[in-house]
């Protein structure tokens, strides 16, 4: 079985400052990962994925994740954050055999601040 | 445009009444989940379908009833059994061909609300 734990709830930060959303989890075998955003009120989209291949994975809207196997870890950064990034982050994992259920972090909530 | 519709999006209900949650999708994904999201404790699985007409309970379905007659198709029922249904209700899908990545593509989202 697979766990993920998204160690901060909520990441308060200013407008152009960067940030880190942090992902560990915990899997017996090989994985995908994966990060999505839900702005409120609204479904959750996919910002970016692991599959595999290069462990620096570039998404949409300027956000990175680095996929880090030995201390199982996908972490998500942006450079400089605008108050359009306010919104709750999910990241998911999921074993590469193929399962067809998806294991969710709680979610961080990242909150832009002028 | 391909993707997924939720309705309604926001939908009011009295206790002891049963409602239904539409899901579409032309995606021609296999498979078919809901989620059950709730402030501060992220998604919760309540059914899944791999299948047509093949459906499996995942963690919350106490309460909650699906069918799955059409691929295209998912529909939620929030019976009278659920003693709490107030919250955001989440559809998703997944290819389910090939190598399942387990990427999901989800819907808008419909808000139950019971009165």
């Known amino acids: 079985a697979q766990s993920v734990t998204q160690l901060d709830s909520q990441v308060p930060v200013f407008e152009e400052a960067p940030v880190e959303l942090r992902c560990n989890y915990s899997?017996?075998?090989?994985?995908?990962l994966f990060w999505y955003v839900q702005y409120p009120n609204q479904g959750l989209q996919l910002l970016l994925k692991y599959l595999s291949g290069s462990t620096l994975v570039k998404g949409i809207n300027g956000f990175e994740a680095e996929f880090n196997k030995s201390q199982t870890s996908f972490h998500l950064r942006k450079p400089s954050v605008h108050i359009s990034d306010t919104a709750e982050y999910f990241c998911a994992v999921n074993p590469s055999g193929g399962s067809y259920i998806p294991t969710f972090g709680r979610g961080t909530s990242l909150i832009v601040h002028p | 445009d391909g993707g997924i519709t939720q309705s309604p999006k926001y939908l009011f209900r009295k206790e002891g009444q049963n409602v239904t949650l539409s899901c579409e999708q032309n995606l021609n994904h296999d498979a078919m989940y809901w989620y059950r999201q709730d402030p501060g404790q992220g998604l919760r699985l309540i059914y899944y379908?791999?299948?047509?007409?093949?459906?499996q309970k995942g963690d919350i379905a106490e309460g909650y009833s699906v069918s799955r007659e059409k691929k295209e198709s998912f529909p939620l029922t929030v019976t009278s059994a659920q003693k709490n249904p107030t919250a955001f209700y989440l559809c998703a899908s997944s290819s389910g061909t090939g190598v399942n990545t387990g990427e999901l593509f989800f819907g808008e989202g419909s808000r139950l609300t019971v009165l």
């Open positions: 379908s791999q299948i047509v007409n093949d459906f």
């Open positions: 899997s017996s075998v090989s994985v995908y």
